[in-house]
């Protein structure tokens, strides 16, 4: 199964590096970049130590979809305070459904912010699942190369162990539920409640497969009865 790491305009060399060298130590191999070129310079080579072939094999994109385009199943990492959506997973908790996806979409992404002041809320709208590493209140978030190292951490079980159950990955029946519930929405005119729209979009991407193809036939008959 294909899992990149996406890299959103990072400013720093060294930290382009360090995820380099933190995905090669647990098992991840391919590293996106959006809008920056800093992986060019020399230190992010140095930095890398060992990891050469993944800052050679960087793909570049011009924006943020563009890199998630051929992706099914997207998670972006972000800090609470700098978002205005409101449900988040743990580490853990990502592991946890990412396991399951893995019997059912062929690709999935990490999606990791610029140093300074992460992902913009147009681009966390953009993934199908928050995350964000808890910390105590009075310290300082993690710079981008310990962030990644984190996840890399925690996920890197999936990029060895092969799913258990084989199933045939349908990697459209997220976003199709996703356009057919914001169909719904409009059909019962309540499209404008922003706080009811984000909860639909971003819990729709917790959900396992069978609970998808159940609230699919459901809003089938939902449907049918309008």
């Not at 943020?64 to 978002?83: C, E, M, N, Q, Y």
Request: include cysteine.
């Amino acid at each position: 199964m294909r899992f990149p790491l996406i890299l959103v305009s990072p400013a720093r060399p060294e930290n382009i590096g360090a995820a380099a060298r933190a995905m090669k130590t647990m098992g991840f191999s391919e590293l996106r970049i959006v809008q920056s070129d800093a992986w060019r310079q020399p230190a992010a080579r140095i930095v890398a130590h060992g990891a050469g072939e993944i800052i050679d094999n960087i793909q570049h994109y011009s924006s943020l979809s563009a890199a998630l385009a051929d992706i099914d199943f997207s998670v972006a990492t972000t800090a609470r305070s700098r978002a205005k959506f409101r449900y988040y997973a743990t580490p853990q908790q990502v592991e946890t459904i990412l396991r399951e996806k893995q019997q059912w979409v062929g690709s999935m992404a990490l999606v990791f912010g610029r140093e300074d002041s992460g992902l913009t809320n147009d681009e966390l709208a953009q993934v199908d699942l928050l995350t964000g590493i808890p910390m105590a209140n009075d310290y300082p978030s993690l710079n981008l190369g310990q962030a990644v190292m984190v996840y890399c951490y925690q996920l890197s079980a999936l990029m060895q162990v092969a799913p258990a159950v084989p199933a045939l990955a349908d990697g459209q029946q997220l976003d199709a539920l996703r356009q057919r519930v914001m169909a719904l929405l409009e059909r019962l005119n309540v499209a404008d409640d922003e706080k009811l729209a984000d909860w639909l979009q971003q819990r729709i991407g917790l959900l396992e497969q069978r609970d998808s193809a159940m609230l699919h036939r459901l809003l089938h008959d939902i449907e049918k009865n309008l």
